[in-house]
């Protein structure tokens, strides 16, 4: 092979080389289709980083959630959290009790902090362990209005200023799709 030739495949290699790493970078967006796909295992590496959470409710109790796990919901274009509960209380014969809370939710995009959010979490199910009768429904109650407040306006995914430009164009996210594997987002 000439020297001329190995030169010109030297350059031609370093070039594709070079194109495809802003691209890798990118992976996720298609820009073609103006769409940006998050994968279930991307979205659940972001949830679980947040996490755990808690809060007090009523001065005497304190709610808190661990090891979340996303659900999604194609058809009813909505995600899932389900995540250990656990309720500690000076009042309770057996304090923490412990169960597992479902909570799914909208999900809207904010602009502000360009980030993918919860919206309006409703706990669909609420199970605990060791408590029976009227304890178990106050505690059920207490439980499902504390996990709806935590995860309310949870990030499932943040996007960079950079992640959002192409050239000279910056792009807006717009309709938001719920999959059985991912959640697509418009760009526009």
């Known amino acids: ?47 679980a980083k947040r996490f755990p959470v808690a809060e007090r409710y009523a001065e005497i109790f304190m709610v808190g959630l661990r090891d979340p796990q996303l659900g999604l919901d194609a058809r009813g274009n909505r995600a899932a959290i389900t995540a250990t509960l656990t309720i500690a209380s000076p009042l309770l014969a057996v304090s923490p009790v412990q169960g597992v809370v479902s909570v799914s939710s909208a ?10 959010r919860l919206d309006q979490p409703k706990a669909e199910r609420l199970e605990l362990q060791g408590v029976q009768g009227r304890d178990a429904e106050r ?16 990030v499932l995914r943040s996007f960079t200023a950079e992640e959002l430009t192409v050239g000279r164009k910056t792009y807006e996210i717009g309709d938001i799709t719920v999959q059985d594997d991912g959640i697509k987002v418009q760009l526009k």
């Open 1 to 47: 092979m000439p020297f001329n030739s190995r030169r010109w495949m030297l350059r031609a290699l370093l070039g594709a080389t070079v194109l495809q790493s802003p691209l890798s970078a990118l992976a996720g967006f298609n820009f073609f289709l103006s769409e940006y796909t998050a994968t279930r295992d991307e979205l659940q590496a972001q949830i």
């Open 107 to 116: 999900l809207r995009y904010d602009t502000a902090t360009r980030a993918l």
């Open 139 to 154: 505690l059920q109650k207490i439980g499902a209005v504390v996990a709806q407040e935590l995860l309310q306006g949870q």
